[in-house]
Each structure stands twice: as C-alpha cells, then as structure tokens.
C-alpha cells in the first residue's frame, strides 16, 4: 500500500474538507484534473475513497458534497442494558499477559515469546508455500488435516510405552488454538454449572476459558512440586467432579514439574473416581533441563484428555492445536468445536505442519532451549543481586516464567504501577489464582524481547520493593 | 516433503516389520548400511521415524526390536457415559451441506463457492505479502488490526444516510469467521434458556450455534419477501425476547430479500421493544440482479449487530469476520471473543484486507456477479425444463441457492438417495428449519463446480421425481 497520486489528492481534499461547511459543494472533477495535474482516474479514485469514508457524498447528476456531519449528538445505549441484563457469567479482565506495549519499555509481563525466539524464517517460508497450495481456496476438513492429525498422534506415540495402545490420528480434532480448545473441553467434558478442579495458582486463559462455560472451578493448592494428589483425591470425593484441568509440565506460571511417581498417583486417582485428567501440555517445546512425558501418553483408557498447541512455538499466526481424546468425549469435542468454528483455516494447519516436520524444527528447540537456559539463569542472577527481598521458591526446568513471591506487607498493585513508571512492565500473580491468592506474586517473563535488560529490570524492581517496604 | 534415502529404508523396514514377529531384534545399522548402500544417519532417520510410528522400540545398547502390538483389545470407554452425562445441549448433526464429495459427481449441497468463483490469484499474492510482513510472527490485537476494523466500518457508512451516525473503526470487532461470530453474539446478546427470534427456515449454521449456546429458538416464518413483521411484534410480546437474528438478503436459504419498507418496520419493532437485530449480512458479496442495503447502515442507536464474513467471498481459508456493534453489547461481544478466542490470525487478516483493498477486487465482484447469474439461469432453465413438477416459488436475486419445493407427498430422504446414487448430491432441506419443516425442499446450490452438469443433475431430480410419485 504505498502513497500514489490518489493518496496526496486524498490528503489535500481532506484539508479542504476540514476547513468547509457541511453540505459545501466540491470543485467539479474537471476543475480538480486541472488544478493538481493529474488524471480524471486518479481523482475519481479519490472521491471514491472519500465517499467510503463517509467524508462526502456524491449525488449523481449534481455533484459531491461535504457530508453534513452534525456535532456529534452522545447516543445514548442505555436501553441495551435492559435487554442484556445482568451477564450470565462475568468475565474477568483481559490478562496482563496480553498488554501491548511500547518499545522503549522493559515488558516481563507477556505470555508469548519474542519473535527472537521463534524459528521465522521456517514460519515464513511455511506460509509462502501454503499460500501456494490448494489449501489457499479449499475448506479444511472438519477434523482437521489428516497429515497434521496424524503428527499429533505420533508425537504423543513416540512416549508411549510398550503394554499401552498409542493414540491414532483418528484420535485428534484440530482446534483454532489452544484458548478455543479450553473452551470447547471445558463445555463438553465438564458443562455449565458443573465444578472442575484446577490447580491454584493455575493459566488464567483456562480460568477465563471457565468463567465464559459457566464451570464451577474447585481449586487445590498447588506448589513447586504440583499438587498434593490426596487434596485431589478429596476434592474429587466431596464435590463429585469428573475432571481435573492441569499443567503437569512446567505449570503456568509456577513452573512446577509433576514428577513420575504424581503422574501415575494423579492417573490412577482419575480411574478410580471415572474422572478426566485435562492436560494442558502447553510448554512441550520449551523444555530446559528436562524432558517432558505425557500423562496422556501412559493411558489408553480415555481418561487423560490431550491438548497441545503449537502457536506459542511455531507462531503467534499460527493458531492451530490439537486435542487427543478417545471414546464418546472426542465425538462430544468435534460436534462443539464444528458448532464454535466450523473448521480451521487450511493454510495455519499446513504452515505448522510444514516448520515441525522440517529437520530445522529439531534444531530450533534445541537451539531454543539453550536459549531459554541463558535468559532464565540471567533473570534468576539479575533478581539474586538486585531484589533479594523477593523469594524464588523454585528454578522452573523449563516453560517461560518465574514465579517471584513479594515480601509480605509488599502492596502488589503499587508495586506492578512503580515498576511500570520506570519502564518495567510485571505481571501481578493475581491473575493466575482461581480463588483468593495465597501471597503476593508476580509473574516474570523471560521469553521476551531484549534480554540485555533484564539487570535493569532487577534494579528497578529491587528499589520499588526498598521504597515500598520501607 | 519430497521422498528422501530415509524415506526409502523406512519403506523397506516397515514391509520386513510387517512379516516379523512381535519383539523380533531388526538387523544392526551396520547391516542395514551395508544392504542398502546409505549412510549410518539415513538409517538412524528411518530407526528414529519408526519409533515415532510406534512400530519399533529402541532399547540403548541391546538393539532394536519390533513392537510387541498386541492383538488390538478392544477399548471400553463406557465409564465416559457416567462422567460426561446426557448432553447440556443436543447437537445437530452436521449438515449436508458441509459433506466433501468425490470429483465424478454433481455437487449442488455445499454452502461454500467453487474456487472458480474465488479471486485464487490475489489471495495467493495477499498470503504471500502477509508470510513476508511482520504479522507472521507476532500477535495481533485482540479487536483486530485496526486497518481491517476500519475498512469494516467504511463498507458500511458508505451505506449510511445523511442524518445517521456512520460506524467508527472502534465500533469493530474482528472474529474467527461467521460461525464464530454468532456463537459469540448468542451467548452474548441473548444467552442460555433465553429466546431468540429466528427466521424458519434459517441458516443452518445459526442454528446449531444457537443449540450450542443453548438458546431458545422463537421461529417465525418466513417466505420469499421474507418474515411477516406482524408476526415478529406478536412474538416479540409474546416471549419476552430481546434479540431476532435474520439474513435480510439474500437469505440462506430462501434467497428471500426485504424490501426497504420492511426492513424500516423490522427496525422500527426491535426499538419499539428495546431488542436487538442480529444483522447476518452473508451475502453481500453475492448480489446478482439487486444491490444490499444493509439495516445496520441506518441505524445508529446500537439495536443493530451486523455480522459480515469474508470467508465465503474471499476464500474458505481466509476465516474472517467483522461484527459492527455500538454501546455495551460491543464490550461484551469483545470480551467473549477474547475468552473464546483470544485473537484472529495476523496473518488472515492482512490477507483478507489485502485482497478487498486491491483495484481488482471491485472487478472480481463484478465479473461473480454476471457469472452467479449465468449459473443460476442455467439451473432455473434446467429444472423448468427437466424437473416441471418441483416448485420455485422464488427466483433470488442473489446468493448461491435456489430453494425447490418438491411435490407433497414426496418423501425427502428417498429423492436424496435416489438422486446420489445417479451422481447427483443435493441437500434436503429439513436442515434449515428451526421447527417442523412446512414442506419438502431442497436447496440446490448454484457456485458448486461444473456448472456444465447442471442440466444432466436437472434431468436425474425430474427422473427421480417421477418415479417416486409414480
């Protein structure tokens, strides 16, 4: 879109406009060709734009004319309020984590890596194929591409053990990104009114995800090491839930990391109480000092429901995830996800199948881990020096986030306002706690852009929390 | 993905797997180097790749060994029936419309254009220019690109009349495509156990958002110059509802199109009663004989959400839409969307404004217009002439769909099936009604391929016809 001849008598019509009465005539397109010395085409284009931005008017056969713009009368939306009523769920605030921010700022707060750490070249060479593709004029099968389907499949068959049945691509519906996969698994497996466990602190996209389902969510206290699996068991026992919803792998934003022994113990308590396990394995391509297994990959029983994304590695462009599922509740998660959103756009589902199956993929994680290594350890350092009244409980082995406990006493929202005034944006914890917090959090990002600022960052938070707690 | 050396060794491994017995150790790399005269690290590719496929297992330092499959147990979900529940919400089953077919038939059920009707060039060059641009790897706002929410706004204040208040840029939301966008203004403006008007018959698509939701439908009938606004009123009094969803052009399936008279009385109730209309602009692309004026364009007292897509016009993998709404019901129809979505593809919508914006745009429109009437003409000449006895009460002036009343006493499902196994798909139209159906219709679509076959799907309906009412 560049700046034609149209464009400059656009910009010289709208000078002329602003300084007419409403209703004024405009010169005759003749008199406009000949003043600005330009074609007929060109001002014809022109008055087109005008018109479609309600500027002017052309009545044809007379002329065109000022728009009568009046001083812009209030509107009064008040009767909206009656027909809406009171909202049937209230949705809480839009995250932090989806703040966009100036450039001259030190952002911790986001939830999506910098484009640093994404493999762009693949993500555009990805695209540029798709685009020539058939998938650029066809719809996508319900379901999904069937390669891509079959790719989620097999990921998860590479974890299965002997003795257990890996899932097949048949098991797979493809979703427009892991918040519409939350949603649709939350509506179909758990139901309006219904209670749900979660884990607290827990995603606040999946307490969100809650909020507009209308689930009732039942939080357990979770740590640096997950949850106690007996509070689950409990929990399953006096509300007569049939679903828990987790992030055993590098939680959101604990960073906590279920170890083996709690993924059988959590496994077996779903079985016995005919529940299901939702897990959100959201962090699988950011691993650090540690591999990741699927709960999902140990069961072939239809209890662990599977939801992986691929847009916060692959692309933010990219919104495509999958959900494995089996038996009733993957027939349950189509017809909802058909009845939310038809299908998924073709081209998004061949552009990440296309960058994961590329042998470059195994070289950007790996390479990416690295990466996420060298920014947490400085995040982690920088904080030790400079802010060490904050607590880390715990050194996350992966995902994108510290968990910073604040001192007691410390105001959490004037501390997130003085930080900001000093160009650091954090995240405060609140957000990511199903029920009253439990301390004064904040989250720390370390997957965003110029990491070269992370001591500064620590400085500042650091003098924030000397002035609060004085 | 072209066919690689590993490619080739896993071709072979897995026909010598097939023969093996379960636990058989595969030959050693070494062998298979020797063999097949590759490298050691194509075999280790193929090794990898098997054990992805769940085929072999690699045991470190004893070898590789075929997977012990057993004879597949068959699985018991049963216990997902307790945990799940009868449904909350019955789902429709999905429509024929959306049923994929093989090339050697006549297809006349689907609701999505050919890609002969599609500007294929621009959105290839649009999604090239947008794999290039920044929006391929980061995130896009949550309202959507504000260029896109202003050329929303634009279309539809070149239809507003002096004296009306043309929509602003951030009166815009933009959302996953059309099936999203009423999922999101049901839950929103109407809600779970509430009522909602609705044309009878309607948009399939709409209907089944509306089971998701969990809306109550308050059918009201509709004929070729559309609803009986008497009947809207009555019914409006009658249940308290706040909210009609309508296609006011060009309806789907109908092809009905209000008259400027109706459209002023429709609107002139929803404000009477203090309700919304929920403007389906679906067509707008699609005009043949008569240009859409859209209601929204003439009303500035927020009673009208306009939802209009461009999946359909522009490609089937562009999932755009944009809902122009005013007052409150912006803000919660921004926030569901958010919580159900979070944000649309970057990436699909540069592509999307890309093409509407390019000169040959308005030529492309143009030229569909005289070839959706060369193709509707061809399918109206054929059925007068091969299928006399099915009814038209109703040539549409735009759209994609002629609505065929078959003679009563024909039986729907046999004339379907009868008409697929001569080769000729055609939906019945019991899908499109949110009630009892009042007769037996077919939709027959007019922007499949091969338009050249319409007269032989003519001669097969009327064959058909014939021998069923024999």
Same mark, same amino acid.
């Given at each position: 879109?560049?700046?034609?001849?149209?464009?400059?008598?656009?910009?010289?019509?709208?000078?002329?406009? +602003?300084? +007419? #009465?409403?209703?004024?005539?405009?010169?005759?397109?003749?008199?406009?060709? +000949? &003043?600005? &010395?330009?074609?007929? %085409?060109?001002?014809?284009?022109?008055?087109?734009?005008?018109? +479609? =931005?309600? %500027?002017?008017e052309s009545r044809p056969g007379v002329g065109t004319?000022?728009?009568?713009?009046?001083?812009?009368?209030?509107?009064?939306?008040?009767?909206?309020? #009656?027909?809406?009523?009171?909202?049937?769920?209230?949705?809480? =605030?839009?995250?932090?984590?989806?703040?966009?921010? #100036?450039?001259?700022?030190? *952002?911790?707060?986001?939830?999506?890596?910098?484009?640093?750490?994404?493999? &762009?070249r693949q993500v555009r060479a990805a695209l540029a194929r798709a685009a020539r593709s058939e998938l650029?004029?066809?719809?996508?099968?319900?379901? *999904?591409?069937?390669?891509?389907?079959?790719?989620?499949?097999?990921?998860?068959?590479?974890?299965?053990?002997?003795?257990v049945t890996p899932p097949l691509a048949s098991d797979v519906v493809i979703l427009p990104g892991s918040q519409a996969g939350l949603s649709t698994l939350f509506r179909t497996l758990v139901g309006a009114g219904q209670p749900m466990l979660i884990e607290s602190p827990s995603y606040w996209g999946a307490i969100l995800a809650a909020a507009q389902v209308g689930v009732q969510l039942v939080p357990i206290p979770s740590g640096p090491d997950g949850p106690d699996p007996d509070e689950i068991d409990r929990a399953f026992a006096r509300t007569g839930a049939r679903a828990l919803y987790a992030q055993p792998h590098f939680a959101n934003p604990t960073g906590a990391h279920w170890s083996p022994a709690l993924a059988e113990r959590v496994l077996d308590i779903v079985r016995a109480r005919g529940a299901f396990l939702i897990e959100d394995d959201w962090a699988h391509d950011f691993s650090i000092d540690e591999d990741i297994t699927p709960i999902a990959a140990l069961d072939d029983s239809g209890h662990v429901v599977y939801v992986r994304s691929l847009t916060k590695s692959v692309s933010p462009a990219l919104r495509v995830a999958g959900v494995v599922a089996?038996?009733?509740?993957? &027939?349950?998660?189509?017809?909802?996800?058909?009845?939310?959103?038809?299908? %998924?756009?073709?081209?998004?589902?061949?552009a990440a199948l296309d960058v994961v199956t590329q042998p470059a993929w195994r070289t950007h994680v790996r390479g990416l881990r690295g990466q996420l290594a060298a920014r947490r350890n400085l995040l982690v350092d920088a904080l030790r020096t400079y802010a060490p009244t904050a607590y880390l409980a715990h050194i996350p082995r992966g995902g994108l986030n510290l968990w910073l406990r604040l001192p007691d006493g410390a105001d959490l929202a004037a501390v997130a306002r003085e930080c900001e005034q000093r160009g650091v944006i954090v995240a405060p914890g609140n957000d990511w706690f199903p029920a009253e917090p439990t301390g004064q959090y904040l989250r720390l990002n370390y997957s965003g852009p110029n990491p070269g600022a992370y001591e500064r960052a620590a400085q500042v938070l650091g003098e924030v929390l000397a002035s609060v707690t004085d």
């Open positions: 879109m560049s700046y034609s001849s149209s464009d400059r008598i656009v910009a010289i019509l709208r000078e002329w406009i +602003a300084n +007419a #009465a409403p209703g004024a005539k405009l010169p005759s397109t003749r008199a406009l060709v +000949a &003043e600005h &010395e330009v074609s007929p %085409v060109t001002v014809q284009q022109a008055l087109r734009t005008l018109v +479609a =931005q309600g %500027v002017i004319f000022v728009r009568g713009i009046r001083a812009p009368k209030p509107h009064d939306f008040g009767w909206q309020t #009656a027909a809406l009523g009171a909202p049937q769920q209230r949705l809480p =605030q839009l995250s932090s984590a989806l703040r966009t921010t #100036a450039n001259d700022v030190i *952002g911790l707060h986001s939830g999506y890596p910098d484009k640093s750490l994404l493999p &762009e650029a004029v066809v719809r996508a099968p319900a379901a *999904g591409l069937p390669d891509l389907q079959s790719w989620f499949a097999a990921e998860l068959a590479s974890d299965t053990p002997g003795g089996r038996g009733p509740a993957r &027939e349950r998660i189509l017809a909802d996800t058909q009845a939310q959103a038809m299908y %998924v756009s073709g081209v998004l589902q061949a």
